[in-house]
């Protein structure tokens, strides 16, 4: 398995506050994703980097934001919890860019629920 | 239309049984396509690619038709541990972004 952990792996927090998910990978990919996987909807984008302090926004990058100033660490922040962020985020590599046909490897998840 | 439309399910089939799913998407320029695997409370793992051929691994064969926008995956010989969902996932050509469909649960029964 690609050595890719997240953390927390469980989340409880009030709305209005900031929230901070951190993504760590051992594998040295250059590409890095944010995911959040909800009922109903297939797993969507948040936000991704494609190297150190070089991020995009992806389809639903609103209320969040993203860091990336190590290769190996990803930070995804919601800066005031809404209770439509409750939802299980995914952090995902890829050696390989969007541009390509690759396999993305996928951390285990963080759930996160906002009261 | 959604991006990429899959049948939710839960299909439910004793073991043995051969179960097939299609999946729809609705951008033409689509270039790549797969089928992710995940299991309950996990992450998703590629299952496999899918190729313009049409390709095999194992008890799974999956199906690209351009023509009508749909690919497929085909699980011969069910096992228990095929119980999980299945995911659509199409690269969109000129975003190159993976578009996610939202899945279809199978349930393999003794």
């Known amino acids: 398995d690609a050595g890719i952990t997240q953390s927390p792996r469980h989340k409880v927090t009030e709305t209005g506050t900031p929230v901070t998910l951190r993504c760590h990978q051992t594998?040295?990919?250059?590409?890095m994703y944010w995911y959040r996987q909800d009922p109903g909807h297939g797993l969507r984008l948040i936000h991704y980097?494609?190297?150190?302090?070089?991020?995009d926004k992806g389809e639903v990058s609103d209320g969040y934001s993203v860091s990336r100033s190590k290769t190996e660490d990803f930070l995804l922040t919601l800066e005031s919890a809404t209770s439509s962020q409750t939802s299980v985020y995914f952090c995902?590599?890829?050696?390989?860019?969007?541009?390509?046909?690759?396999?993305?490897?996928f951390g285990p998840g963080t759930r996160l629920t906002v009261t | 239309r959604k991006e990429v439309e899959q049948d939710p399910g839960p299909f439910n089939v004793p073991e043995g049984a051969t179960v097939a799913f299609n999946c729809t998407y609705s951008?033409?320029?689509?270039?790549?396509f797969f089928w992710y695997r995940q299991d309950c409370r996990k992450e998703p793992k590629l299952l496999m690619s899918?190729?313009?051929s049409g390709n095999e691994d194992g008890r799974f064969t999956a199906q690209l038709n351009r023509a009508s926008q749909y690919i497929s995956l085909l699980i011969r010989d069910s096992k228990l541990s095929d119980s999980a969902t299945y995911l659509c996932?199409?690269?969109?050509?000129?975003?190159?972004?993976?578009?996610f469909g939202q899945g279809t649960t199978l349930q393999v029964k003794p």
């Open positions: 995902a590599i890829s050696d390989q860019g969007l541009a390509t046909s690759y396999e993305q490897y």
């Open positions: 980097s494609y190297g150190v302090k070089d991020t």
């Open positions: 951008n033409s320029a689509s270039q790549s």
């Open positions: 996932v199409v690269k969109w050509g000129n975003t190159g972004k993976l578009i």
């Open positions: 899918v190729y313009s």
């Open positions: 594998e040295n990919h250059r590409y």
